[in-house]
């Protein structure tokens, strides 16, 4: 069945340093969109991609989707204590929303 | 805060019980989707209504079922609740019906079956 895997599943980085995660899904997507969760709360919109090849940017944030709509990634640079939480792509296919399974991102201040 | 209101917040049911949790969307919104996310696992798309419509259904039993209202706040019931039901529940509301516009999401319901 679909399958959205995201790498890492954990990352730990110094302030300042860069991060990176990666979405894959097992077919194409429609459109993919980036959610971020902190511990305890609920996941928090931050973009959605549609077209091949989409690249977006917020601030620190660089979002990128494949050219063939399986794959997106988000990049962050200098990252900061307050970038700490689990990020999530979520991607739409038919009348399914496949969330992937997450990279829990640890700054070290 | 996003707007979007779910109750209630934690619940502690039977194995067997029924439950019936609570959502209330954003002004505005028409669309409104339910999602089981277990500890440290990613939110499992469970279904989506939009008008008060079934437009969409993750793979989840029939024991899991829905209801939108006419004034967009919606229900999610489960039947005959297994241990493994235990998670928290999140609804998310916005707007259209296959554009799969940003998902504004509630706090959640914290379900656990014992």
């Known amino acids: 069945g679909q399958q959205v895997m995201q790498i890492p599943q954990y990352q730990h980085v110094q302030e300042g340093e860069d991060f990176t995660t990666y979405c894959n899904s097992s077919?194409?997507?429609?459109?993919i969109q980036w959610y971020k969760q902190r511990p305890g709360g609920h996941p928090v919109f931050l973009i959605q991609l549609v077209k091949s090849g989409e690249v977006k940017k917020q601030k620190r944030l660089t979002f990128q989707f494949g050219e063939a709509k399986k794959n997106s990634s988000l990049h962050i640079t200098a990252t900061q204590t307050t970038d700490v939480g689990t990020y999530f792509c979520?991607?739409?296919?038919?009348?399914?929303?496949?969330f992937g399974t997450g990279t829990s991102l640890t700054v070290i201040p | 805060e996003t707007g979007v209101t779910q109750s209630p917040t934690h619940l502690i049911k039977t194995r067997g019980q029924q439950v019936t949790l609570r959502c209330s969307s954003q002004?505005?919104?028409?669309?409104v989707s339910w999602y089981q996310q277990a500890l440290g696992q990613g939110p499992q798309f469970i279904f989506q209504?939009?008008?008060?419509?079934?437009?969409g259904r993750g793979n989840f039993p029939p024991r899991f079922s829905g209801l939108q209202f006419p004034n967009y706040s919606s229900e999610l019931n489960v039947n005959a609740l297994e241990l493994d039901d235990s998670a928290l529940y999140l609804c998310?509301?916005?707007?259209?019906?296959?554009?799969?516009?940003?998902?504004?999401f509630g706090q959640g319901t914290r379900l656990t079956v014992v």
């Open positions: 998310a509301s916005g707007t259209g019906a296959s554009e799969w516009t940003e998902a504004f």
């Open positions: 077919t194409t997507l429609s459109n």
């Open positions: 209504y939009y008008r008060e419509e079934e437009n």
């Open positions: 979520a991607g739409h296919t038919g009348n399914q929303f496949y």
């Open positions: 002004s505005g919104h028409n669309t």
